[in-house]
Nanobody, 122 residues
């Protein structure tokens, strides 16, 4: 089992940047692929980005491609989501999740954090 804690959210103006962190504790962090998802009020949770167990594979939603970068440091049991050129439509609660396979659908993810709020003002 792995426990996940997100941090780094906050309020930022459009065009600004934030870096989210997902810190893990528990078993064998490097055994899990990690995904970032987000959920805006009144909307379904959606995939943002994912990274393979070793970090050599990264995957992005179209909305994140070119603006967001996912990375991981297995020595620190942490995954990062660098978000640049933020837009008001990026406003959401961001969650990280762990899976034994890298995937873009939440059904594959077994462990979830509590989320961190990102608010982008126009």
């Amino acid at each position: 089992q792995v426990q996940l804690v997100e941090s780094g959210g906050g309020l930022v103006q459009a065009g600004g940047s934030l870096r989210l962190s997902c810190a893990a504790s528990g078993r064998a962090f490097s055994s899990y692929a990690i995904g970032w998802f987000r959920q805006a009020p009144g909307k379904e949770r959606e995939f943002v980005a994912a990274i393979s167990r070793t970090g050599d594979g990264t995957y992005y939603a179209d909305s994140a491609e070119g603006r967001f970068t996912i990375s991981r440091d297995n020595t620190k049991s942490t995954v990062y989501l660098q978000m640049n050129s933020l837009k008001p439509e990026d406003t959401a609660k961001y969650y990280c999740a762990a899976s034994t396979v890298v995937a873009g659908t939440e059904q594959h993810y077994d462990y979830w954090g509590q989320g961190t709020q990102v608010t982008v003002s126009s």
